[in-house]
């Protein structure tokens, strides 16, 4: 990074570059307005960039006086980058160009079991879409991959999915992809999706709640994202909040994802339908109970189905008691709720809302803002393409000047 205190500069090319990904199109003397350098410094930059092909010109600047400058952009055909969300019944892929375009994604089938069968059609149906997207696959230059539970991502471990691997899951993924992979946990990264794309504007201080098959969170703090020593903040849905005799996934008892979470919704739903409770899934549930998935749930909740919103609304109660002390604890300004059953709207949010004004203390809570996730199900997918290419930028060297 530069420091334009110092004699001796040092300039990034990602500070450079990230003036790009922030503006379509940029010229010498914009860049050396923002960054405060010469504008023969920024000309070596430049040249540079246009070099190793990062920027392309585009024209000159329409101005009313003096002579025009030269526009630049991101070139967005320098190469290509991939992000994976691995969902629970399904995995979302999406191909990105250089300049952050979403070229496509597509929703394919997959049902994760922790053995290495399921890792190989797990790649399988990757190279299957690169295939298909009829790409230059030599010009990926990353693939993203987002995995539920606990994840180091500098190390390029999961410790809950494929964790039967002796080699972090990056590595082996790399050598059986054949391209450069990186993993991400999948709440972190669908946060850093709202940060890119969804209704985050200038805030610093932000709660991101995933209610999806599972619950989790990332936090940021004074505008940094919070990963922890090992990569493992956020472990939202493992907080220690029933005393119930439900196990959770993780082997324990009592811990809130048991009874908030999708899961706890679909089974809740499930168990009173079947102990008698009328509901427009009555007949479906009763004919097959393993045709109901989480999505016709949240659809009859939508549809007005009154025990489903009783279920929702229950849920939302007990979650909003517990991010109440998330607020009392960290004094955010705002909190995005996305996730599965963020689709559920107001059912969802309203008794949220209630609970936190009722748990928390009014001075905490006075400057805070709840809102949905705007993204919602594309917030996972979104994110993981965008870390795949910030994870390429971060690595550009610097440039002594």
């Not at 952050?100 to 399988?124: D, F, P, R, V």
Request: aromatic share 8%; hydrophobic share 40%.
């Amino acid at each position: 990074m530069y420091d334009k205190r110092n004699k001796n500069i040092k300039v990034s090319l990602r500070d450079v570059l990230a003036y790009f990904i922030n503006n379509e199109k940029l010229s010498i003397p914009q860049i050396a307005k923002e960054m405060d350098l010469s504008l023969p410094t920024v000309g070596k930059i430049f040249a540079e960039l246009m070099e190793k092909n990062y920027i392309i010109c585009v024209g000159k600047q329409e101005t009313m006086e003096g002579r025009p400058p030269m526009l630049y952009t991101i070139n967005p055909q320098l190469g290509y980058f991939i992000g994976v969300d691995i969902k629970y019944n399904y995995i979302r892929i999406g191909l990105v160009d250089f300049s952050g375009n979403i070229l496509s994604i597509q929703n394919i089938q997959y049902t994760y079991e922790n053995n290495s069968k399921n890792l190989n059609e797990l790649c399988l149906k990757i190279q299957n879409f690169i295939r298909d997207s009829k790409i230059n696959s030599t010009l990926i230059i990353n693939i993203q991959i987002n995995i539920s539970g606990r994840v180091n991502t500098k190390l390029g471990i999961s410790y809950t999915m494929f964790s039967f691997l002796d080699d972090p899951i990056a590595e082996v993924l790399e050598y059986k992809l054949g391209h450069p992979v990186t993993i991400e946990n999948d709440t972190r990264s669908m946060f850093y999706g709202e940060i890119y794309k969804g209704c985050i504007k200038n805030q610093k201080d932000i709660i991101y709640i995933n209610v999806g098959w599972g619950l989790g969170s990332s936090l940021m703090v004074d505008g940094h994202i919070v990963n922890g020593k090992s990569g493992f903040a956020g472990e939202f849905g493992h907080f220690y909040a029933f005393d119930n005799e439900i196990l959770c996934h993780c082997g324990k008892k009592g811990c809130l994802e048991t009874e908030v979470s999708g899961s706890a919704l679909h089974r809740i739903c499930i168990e009173q339908i079947q102990n008698g409770k009328q509901s427009i899934l009555s007949e479906k549930v009763n004919s097959d109970v393993t045709s109901v998935d989480l999505d016709d749930i949240i659809q009859a909740i939508n549809n007005e189905d009154l025990l489903c919103i009783e279920i929702i609304e229950e849920i939302a109660t007990k979650l909003g008691r517990q991010v109440a002390n998330l607020v009392n604890l960290l004094n955010p300004e705002l909190i995005i709720i996305g996730g599965s059953l963020s689709k559920t709207g107001d059912y969802l949010l309203l008794p949220l809302n209630v609970a936190i004004k009722k748990y928390t203390l009014k001075m905490v809570n006075k400057d805070l803002n709840i809102a949905l996730s705007t993204l919602k199900d594309e917030a996972g997918i979104v994110g993981a393409c965008y870390l795949a290419r910030c994870n390429y930028l971060k690595n550009l060297r610097d440039v002594d000047l």
